[in-house]
């Protein structure tokens, strides 16, 4: 009987041992915990001030608890969400026990006021969660103003949008091949730091002369630190299959690249800019690589690499200013207009660049020259063309391969009012402007990018004065 009392209690100290080190805390960095998700997105369009809530899950995938440290809401008590751990409200919590292979919900909740016109078109949040010296985040995404919102959205037929409510573009959208999409007066369009806008089909924008007619691209954060932001989103891709794009009265801005066109080498321009402004993009305002354009009335300003058109092309470019001034956000190291024959040391077969009544200048870098013509190979003379008329510009030295009538080299255009600092740029011209009355009267342009008259002696640039 004695010794049966010794093995019982022996087998109740055993069992009590497992027990204890099945319930022991893991400690390990390298503990298998996983998420339901990693960002939770609110898409209800709000019309009242409404509340949504979502929830995730925290998986213990250990044969051992896990505590999680700390579980935040970065925004805190002002933050548009708020944050529910397991019944209990708040925006911190400490030392939440997972039982083994077992989970924890985290419900979190949103409350907009969608009316509310100083909220950003996206309110973003985050959670922290904490455990074992790890740190991870679960992303938080609401909408914040009235808007359309369109989340990686395909356009597979003829489609025209108008100006009611602005577009808000999340994960980018694409108009596919044989599909129009068309942009009326007014649209605005803001797009989210992931969210390029590609087109593979055709583009029309159809904006018009007075400010709020423009149709406006640009990113989706307008608070005041980030409104002014360069590669605030992608920016606009014309693909190789992309054909007969038209934008009119146009703006766009704070791209990372304004536009981007690829193999479209055709004597009907793959794309075509009347009166459009492309400010402000981190790497360039325009990439052509072997496709065509054809721009009138245009201003490509203070941009990484204004225009940037290499592996041949046939461009048309009338009473355009490109120019860059370096400031906080755009370190002017490029030439403003670099132009080639060839991509990648791959030459292109045909080359056929006309710059008429145009300004290419620069200041506050270290470009020597502002226009750089790089011919490779020995092409013939018909297979290289390229002609500056009546062209103001900044250069050091001129390249062999530039063929220059009536050029204004390296004088001041006289913009009206320039700060870097503060971020002023008029680029109008001052009633002195060596730009004035110099321009070719035969270019059949008799308005410009305000869509005001030009005179019978038209100014070089973007600007009649």
């Known amino acids: 009987m004695k010794h049966l009392v010794k093995a019982c209690a022996f087998i109740l100290f055993l069992a009590f041992a497992i027990s204890c080190r099945k319930t022991s805390f893991i400690n390990s960095p390298d503990a298998s915990v996983s998420f ?7 898409d209800t369009v709000f019309t009242t001030t409404g509340s949504v809530t979502q929830s995730f899950k925290i998986f213990n995938q250990n044969n051992q608890k896990l505590r999680l ?7 805190g008590t002002t933050s548009a969400f708020k944050l529910n751990v397991d019944g209990t409200a708040g925006t911190g919590f400490s030392d939440i026990e997972i ?37 991870r985040f679960v992303q938080l995404q609401a909408f914040g103003q009235n808007a359309n919102f369109l ?45 390029p806008f590609v087109v593979n089909g055709s583009l029309k924008v159809n904006g018009g002369a007075p400010e709020n007619d423009r149709v406006v691209f640009q990113g989706d954060r307008l608070d005041p630190d980030y409104r002014d932001y360069p590669a605030a989103w992608p920016g606009i891709y014309f693909s190789e299959s992309s054909t007969n794009n038209v ?9 990372y690249q304004g536009i981007v066109t690829v193999l479209g080498i055709s004597s009907i321009p793959k794309i075509t800019l009347n009166q459009c402004i492309i400010d402000n993009a981190y790497e360039a305002g325009i990439i052509s690589v072997a ?7 245009c201003l490509i300003s203070n941009c990484g690499n ?21 400031n906080v956000f755009i370190t002017h190291k490029n030439p403003v207009l670099y132009l080639s024959n060839a991509y990648q040391n791959q030459i292109g077969p045909l080359l056929d660049a006309r710059f008429t009544n145009c300004i290419f200048y620069g200041e506050g870098g270290v470009a020597e020259n502002e226009v750089v013509v790089d011919k490779k190979g ?21 390249d062999a391969d530039i063929y220059f009538v009536k050029g204004l080299k390296t004088q001041q255009p006289r913009f009206d009012s320039i700060d870097a600092g503060r971020r002023t740029f008029n680029f109008r011209l001052q009633s002195g402007s060596p730009a004035r009355d110099a321009g070719v009267t035969t270019t059949g342009v008799t308005i410009d990018l305000d869509g005001k008259l030009r005179d019978a002696k038209p100014d070089i640039g973007c600007f009649e004065y």
């Open 36 to 42: 339901s998700s990693d960002t939770l997105h609110f």
């Open 69 to 75: 440290s700390n579980v935040k809401l970065m925004g």
């Open 99 to 135: 039982e083994p292979n077992d989970s924890v919900y985290l419900f979190v909740s949103v409350s907009i006021n969608p009316n509310t016109s100083n909220l950003p078109f996206i309110v973003s949040d985050s959670i922290s969660v904490n455990y074992n010296g790890n740190n």
């Open 151 to 195: 989340r990686n959205r395909r356009i597979t037929k003829d489609s025209t949008w108008q100006s009611s409510l602005p577009f808000v573009i999340l994960d980018g959208v694409t108009v596919d091949s044989g599909a129009t999409l068309t942009l009326q007066r007014g649209c605005k369009i803001y797009s989210h730091a992931n969210a």
């Open 247 to 255: 934008l009119n009265y146009a703006v766009i801005k704070n791209a």
């Open 291 to 297: 496709s065509s354009i054809k721009a009138t009335n």
């Open 306 to 326: 204004n225009l940037s058109l290499s592996g041949g092309g046939i461009y048309s470019f009338t009473h355009c200013t490109v120019a860059t001034y370096g």
């Open 378 to 398: 020995t092409p013939t003379a018909d297979q290289f063309k390229v002609k500056f008329e009546n062209v103001l510009y900044k250069n050091k030295t001129d």
